[in-house]
């Protein structure tokens, strides 16, 4: 059985491990290093069957009303098994609860070619994110980043 918690600091090994073994998304060694150095101090959920870690999310803060997905990554053999939709799910839950409004992701954008990441931006888009902007102002020419948004409440209520 498969359930979602929050980070342990014994968990972070095997989020990395997670990382390592998906370099087609996290090949960059100085970003790998720094998402795993993020895991400690930002918000973060585990997907767990027993004490392994099958995926997990972090989220970034942009003050009371808006929150990114921070870094998202899933075993790849636990693929299309729905553990990438139960972290959004749970996290999209504990956003609401707090009275969030929009939730944020970048990925990399659809110029780049990147066949992988088509599958990452249809991922997203099944999950109700839409694409907001493509730009190069985070990555450089060569990784183009594609911002995607997700409002998840109108308003004030």
């Known amino acids: 059985m498969t359930s979602i918690r929050p980070l342990r600091p014994a968990d972070i090994s095997q989020c990395e491990a997670i990382l390592r073994a998906l370099p087609e998304w996290f ?3 100085a970003a ?3 998402f795993v150095d993020d895991l400690a101090r930002l918000p973060t959920i585990v ?4 004490d392994e870690v099958l995926g997990f999310l ?3 803060d942009h003050g009371a ?3 990114e997905v921070h870094v998202l990554a899933v075993r790849r053999d636990c693929h299309r098994q729905g553990i990438g939709r139960a972290l959004m799910e749970r996290a999209e839950a504990e956003l609401k609860a707090r009275g969030v409004k929009l939730l944020e992701v970048k990925t990399l954008g659809p110029s780049s ?7 990452t931006r249809a991922f997203y888009s099944a999950m109700g994110f839409i694409p907001l902007e493509e730009t190069s102002a985070f990555w450089g020419e060569q990784q ?3 911002i995607m948004v997700k409002p998840l409440r109108c308003g004030d209520g």
């Open 27 to 29: 090949g960059f060694e």
């Open 32 to 34: 790998l290093l720094q």
């Open 47 to 50: 997907a767990v069957r027993g």
């Open 58 to 60: 972090a989220l970034h």
């Open 65 to 67: 009303e808006a929150s």
């Open 113 to 119: 070619g990147d066949a992988g990441y088509a599958k």
């Open 144 to 146: 183009p980043a594609l």
